[in-house]
C-alpha cells in the first residue's frame, strides 16, 4: 500500500515558478515509478511527466517539454515536479501518482494523491 500526498500549489503569474512535492509512505516508493498527471476543469486528466526508480529515466509531455522538471529523493520517499515558464494553460490539479513500470498511460498508475490546485494568472 502506498499513500501519497502532494503540497506546493498555488498562485502564480504566467512566466513564474512553483515547485511540486509529493510525499510518499510505504516501503515499495524506492522501486516504484512515480508520475505527474493534471487535470484542468472539463477536462480529461492527462500525463505530465514520470521518473522510474533511480531516477536515470525521465519521460515528459511535449507540452511541458523544456519547462518542467521532474526529480525524485528516495532517502525522502519524495517525488518533485518544478515547474517554470509557467503558462495560464498549466492551471490545472496536479496528482503524483505510483505505479509498478513506466507509463504515460494513466491506466498503468495504480495509487493516487489527493491533488493539489495549480493556478497561473495571466
Known amino acids: 500500500q502506498v499513500q501519497l500526498v502532494e503540497t506546493g500549489g498555488g498562485l502564480v503569474q504566467a512566466g513564474g515558478s512553483l515547485k511540486l512535492s509529493c510525499v510518499a509512505s510505504?516501503?515499495?516508493?524506492?522501486?516504484?515509478?512515480m508520475g505527474w498527471f493534471r487535470q484542468a476543469p472539463g477536462k480529461e486528466r492527462e500525463f505530465v511527466a514520470a521518473i522510474n526508480w533511480s531516477g536515470g529515466t525521465t519521460y515528459y509531455a511535449d507540452s511541458v517539454k523544456g519547462r518542467f522538471t521532474i526529480s525524485r529523493n528516495n532517502a525522502k520517499n519524495t517525488v518533485y515536479l518544478q515547474m517554470n515558464t509557467l503558462k495560464p494553460e498549466d492551471t490545472a490539479v496536479y496528482y503524483c501518482?505510483?505505479?509498478?513500470?513506466?507509463?504515460?498511460?494513466?491506466?498503468?498508475?495504480?495509487?493516487w494523491g489527493q491533488g493539489t490546485q495549480v493556478t497561473v494568472s495571466s
Open positions: 510505504g516501503r515499495t516508493f524506492s522501486t516504484a515509478v
Open positions: 501518482a505510483a505505479a509498478p513500470r513506466l507509463s504515460t498511460n494513466r491506466r498503468a498508475y495504480n495509487y
